[in-house]
């Protein structure tokens, strides 16, 4: 059974027009990871169809992984979902909370773009986000409801910290990609390294002799 069918039939009885939440985790995908436009798309897109269809939430990334949470009306969070699950730039999609609530948690935010990389963090960023230590680093796949709660309660309290800027975002990908490429080769660079010393060394001795 896939992912969006289990939501779907999750929620069966319940009606069109009611308040849903719906939290799912997914990792980005190689391609997607190579290419660090993909938070600007993805935040275009949502920032104009989660507002024309009254969809407010928030999207983590961190460690090649995403956490969104999306609230709405049903069927405009299931026709929403139904195409970011379909999205070919993240796999391995796992639903973690599906549920009708009484109230949003992400009032202000059509999409909110939430960044969990520490080293990408200001000193006041990391200061407000020291709660989050638990859950970092960033391994969200098979987190249990309690958790999921717990983690949504916390970021619901930030501000604007300054991470969220799309420029940060594409840094981390970027960031993301050369540690993808580099960390498979690390013994093979420090080797390199260290053999480019010795013959820079090398040389300059023959220089000075
Ligand atoms: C992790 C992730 C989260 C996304 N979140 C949203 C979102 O909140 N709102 C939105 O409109 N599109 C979002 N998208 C983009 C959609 O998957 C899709 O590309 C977009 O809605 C256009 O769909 P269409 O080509 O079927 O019209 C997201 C994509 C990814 C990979």
């Keep these: ?96 909370l599906l549920r009708v609530i009484n109230q949003r948690s992400f009032v202000d935010w059509r999409m909110r773009l939430l960044f969990l990389e520490r080293w990408l963090w200001s000193p006041a960023t990391k200061k407000q986000a020291a709660q989050l230590s638990p859950f970092l680093p960033f391994t969200p796949h098979g987190w249990t409801s309690e958790r999921t709660e717990q983690f949504l309660q916390i970021i619901k309290t930030f501000d604007t910290p300054p991470h969220i800027k799309a420029a940060g975002i594409t840094y981390n990908a970027l960031g993301n990609m050369f540690r993808h490429i580099a960390a498979p080769h690390q013994a093979f660079l420090i080797v390199q390294g260290c053999l480019s010393l010795l013959l820079m060394v090398a040389l300059v001795l023959l220089y000075l002799s």
């Design 1 to 96: 059974m896939t992912p969006l069918t289990r939501t779907v039939d999750t929620l069966e009885t319940v009606e069109d027009s009611a308040l849903i939440q719906l939290v799912y985790v997914s990792s980005i995908t190689l391609s997607a990871r190579l290419k660090a436009s993909i938070f600007d798309e993805v935040e275009d897109h949502a920032r104009d169809h989660n507002e024309q269809h009254g969809i407010t939430g928030t999207l983590c990334y961190g460690n090649g992984h995403f956490l969104q949470c999306i609230e709405g009306k049903k069927s405009e969070v299931f026709d929403l979902q139904k195409r970011i699950f379909a999205d070919s730039r993240h796999k391995n999609i796992e639903v973690l």
